[in-house]
């Protein structure tokens, strides 16, 4: 812009001048959102001459960045309607914006969650998690990037062939652990064969044995039948000799001398008891001629004397009778009964024995009531077995009941033998059927746990630790559901199945610790790893740039790393996350600086520029303006990275033709600056407020119908033309640079 069109004035306009200017503006405005002529329409939004203009121009406006301007525009203006108009579309854009980054947040989570599920192994709420997180996939997957979409598809098939290897991986383990289930069963048989067959072998030895110890006892039954007559007579004999008979005694031995005349020779034995016989009857002979009164008068004594005395009725009535027993075989001896001592003897043996008869008539009650109660005991016990339901047997019960009621039976005594005696066999009946049931059942039972056993044995070779480990609580649930077992055999089968779970829960111990030891090692390295990244975001210039490359194999190896522990693995992704972000925004801060490094060295090198021409205005001698020239050259030179535009703006300065209207070119100067004020709402200085009205009017008038070009909206462009304007003397220049790039940092941190 030159000095001329600046510093001339605007003719003001009249009435009919401003009817046409306001017909012209609606036409415009209407053109221009025909044409979709952004900046045109914007500028009549705060520029415009009628309210009508203004709110129509302010409702076309769609575009953000423009929406934010014209705001601060208008912010503090007189129009609020169009104030109202320009917020409520900013607000309608924002929401949509809101919901946009939303929804990409959302897209970005749901594919990242698939992404970071195919990478993990298979465990119990994989396949649910996948199926959820598809699920939320598919509700955002159509507003997804379509190579999104392509990758996010290849990280659920990876997912979904994770699950059908872990489904392959357990038909295998279901194959090799019916293997084991059939080889063992075999095993089972062979035993069972080898059992039976050795079970014949014997059955067939001992029917050998037997048909041989039978022949040898035919050989020996007639000899051993004589013996036995022989023997028998010796023992009657013997009664005989004990009941003082000796003539009974005598005619045994005749029989006995008989019998030895067809007989074999006698054992030594049977030889030494006919000549202890013969020596007996010998006595028992002489004996008779002596007197007995005096062994009558003192068993009749001892009788007497056991009336009334404080002995046990059982072993009184013992002593009686064998008192009763020596009396008869002394009056047999005697040949002669005395009737009085007979008498005597009698009464006092009667009186003797009636505490015993008390005592046994009190017995013969107890006996009387043992039966009763054992009768009552069998009856139920056989009302038991006939009630309960064997198809589906209460085993406890069964055991129960036999132990209490032979607890009680034992309980019921003392009773009368020959009584009791059918009693007795119906109750061992009985009691036998049912402990045969439940020994049946326990042979069951013991079978059901040698096989569980078994099954837990073959866990310790699986390979899949936590597989195995439910698999061992599913057979200890089994264990309990077996019926009973004798105790003895329950403690011993117990004990094996124990040790065969604990070592398969030891196994899964050591497994785990394992499995822990290696998320602590990858949590160590994952530590390292963000330590790195925390160490490179820190980093600064050329440095962080180039480390780019190790960044991105840091992240690489922080993903292969895998699993981390539970409670920490959220806080270590967290971490690499803030340290990549860091990063990022490191870099994104170099670029600006380096950025602004290059304005700064496009100023620099102006102000060489500047300073050559004008020198030149002042037409300096040509050594100097070399001396100049040649500084400008080498600032330039010494650059390695120019703003866009920047590096031609400079030679371009430098081959023009020498200015000598500084004064124009520090108004044009002025006009950059007012215009970067504009850009980023900066105050304009009191002395430059004409010059800035005044480009405001130019503006409206001259672009009236055409739309602002891109370029008259950002800094960029206008420091590129600050570095084309003329020369400028060093007083000016300074003040202005610095209102200029004060304009510029605002810019800057607004986002412009």
């Known amino acids: 812009m030159s000095s001329e069109k600046v510093g001339k004035a605007l003719p003001k306009p009249g009435a009919a001048d401003r009817a046409l200017a306001a017909a012209a503006e609606e036409a415009a405005l209407q053109a221009a959102i025909d044409a979709r002529d952004v900046q045109a329409v914007a500028r009549l939004v705060i520029d415009g001459a009628s309210t009508k203009v203004r709110q129509a121009a302010a409702a076309a406006i769609e575009d953000p960045d423009v929406l934010r301007q014209l705001i601060r525009d208008a912010r503090g203006g007189n129009d609020k309607s169009v104030y109202r108009i320009l917020t409520s579309k900013r607000d309608v854009l924002l929401e949509q ?15 990242a969650a698939l992404e970071r599920h195919s990478q ?22 159509a507003q997804a990037d379509p190579e999104l979409r392509d990758q996010v598809q290849q990280w659920i098939d990876r997912s979904r062939e994770t699950i059908a290897e872990h489904l392959r991986e357990v038909a295998a383990q279901a194959s090799r652990e019916q293997a084991a289930a059939d080889a063992a069963a075999e095993a089972r048989r062979l035993r069972e064969e080898q059992a039976q067959a050795a079970a014949a072998a014997a059955a067939e030895q001992a029917r050998v044995l037997d048909e041989q110890k039978r022949a040898l006892s035919e050989e020996r039954q007639a000899e051993q039948q004589a013996v036995r007559q022989i023997d028998e007579l010796i023992r009657k004999a013997r009664a005989a000799l004990k009941d003082g008979s000796s003539s009974r005694a005598a005619g045994v031995r005749k029989a006995i001398e008989e019998k030895l005349a067809g007989a074999p020779p006698l054992p030594a034995n049977l030889t030494s008891q006919i000549q202890q016989l013969d020596k007996q009857l010998d006595e028992l002979k002489d004996w008779k001629s002596f007197s007995v009164a ?37 009056g047999k001896g005697a040949g002669e009964n005395a009737e009085a001592d007979e008498q005597r003897f009698q009464e006092a043996a009667q009186k003797a024995y009636q505490p015993c008869k008390e005592y046994f008539a009190a017995q013969a009650l107890v006996h009387k ?35 209490e009621t032979k607890q009680e039976w034992r309980n019921c005594s003392p009773v009368d033998h020959r009584a009791g005696k059918k009693q007795q066999e119906g109750f061992t009946a009985l009691t036998a ?61 117990w004990g094996q199945f124990r040790q065969h779970c604990d070592a398969v829960f030891q196994k899964r111990e050591q497994e785990s610790a394992a ?82 490094r290059g304005w700064d060295d496009l100023f620099e090198a102006a102000n060489h520029v500047r300073a050559y021409r004008l020198a030149a205005a002042r037409s300096l001698d040509t050594e100097q303006l070399d001396t100049l020239k040649a500084a400008a050259e080498t600032c330039i030179a010494s650059v390695q990275r120019w703003p866009r535009s920047g590096l031609d703006a400079l030679r371009q300065g430098l081959a023009r033709e020498r200015s000598a209207d500084l004064a124009a070119n520090e108004t044009a100067l002025k006009m950059l600056c007012i215009r970067a004020e504009m850009l980023t709402d900066m105050p304009t200085p009191p002395e430059d407020q004409p010059l800035r009205r005044e480009y405001q009017l130019q503006r409206l008038v001259q672009s009236m119908g055409q739309g602002l070009r891109a370029d008259e909206m950002q800094l960029d462009p206008l420091a590129i033309e600050w570095v084309g304007v003329g020369p400028v003397e060093d007083a000016a220049y300074e003040p202005l640079l610095q209102r200029f790039r004060r304009c510029r940092d605002r810019g800057h941190s607004s986002g412009r």
């Not at 919901?99 to 594919?111: D, G």
């Not at 998690?129 to 509700?139: A, G």
């Not at 078994?454 to 264990?479: M, T």
């Open 433 to 493: 059927s049912l402990q045969g049931r439940l020994d049946a059942e326990y042979a069951r039972n013991v079978t059901q746990k040698e096989s569980l056993i078994e099954r837990a044995q073959a866990l310790l070779a699986s390979d899949d630790g936590r597989k195995a480990i439910e698999a061992a609580k599913e057979l200890q649930q089994k264990w309990r559901t077996v019926g009973p077992v004798p105790r003895e055999v329950d403690q011993r089968l």
């Open 294 to 330: 005096p062994k009558r008068a003192e068993l009749m004594e001892e009788m007497e004397s056991l009336i009334g005395v404080a002995l046990d009725p059982v072993a009184l009535a013992d002593r009686i009778k064998s008192l009763k027993d020596e009396w008869r075989s002394l």
């Open 369 to 403: 009531e043992n039966l009763q109660r054992r009768d009552a005991l069998l009856a139920g016990l056989t009302a038991f077995e006939a009630a309960h339901h064997w198809e589906q047997p209460d085993w406890q019960a069964v055991i129960r009941a036999l132990r």
């Open 515 to 596: 499995y822990t030891a290696g998320l602590e090692s990858n949590k160590r390295q994952a530590l390292a790893l963000c330590e790195q990244i925390e160490k490179i975001a820190a980093l600064e210039g050329a440095e962080l740039l180039a480390s780019a490359a190790a960044l991105v194999e840091l992240r690489s190896a922080f993903e292969a790393l895998g699993e981390f522990p539970r409670a920490e693995s959220r806080e270590l992704r967290n971490r690499l996350d803030q340290g990549l972000d860091r990063y990022r925004k490191s870099v994104a801060r170099q670029h600006v600086r380096d950025a602004e």
């Open 97 to 111: 914006a809101r919901k946009l980054e939303q929804l990409q947040a959302e897209i970005i989570a749901a594919s």
């Open 120 to 141: 993990r192994s298979y465990d119990a709420s994989y396949g649910p998690r996948l199926e959820q997180f598809e699920s939320h996939w598919k509700t955002v997957a």
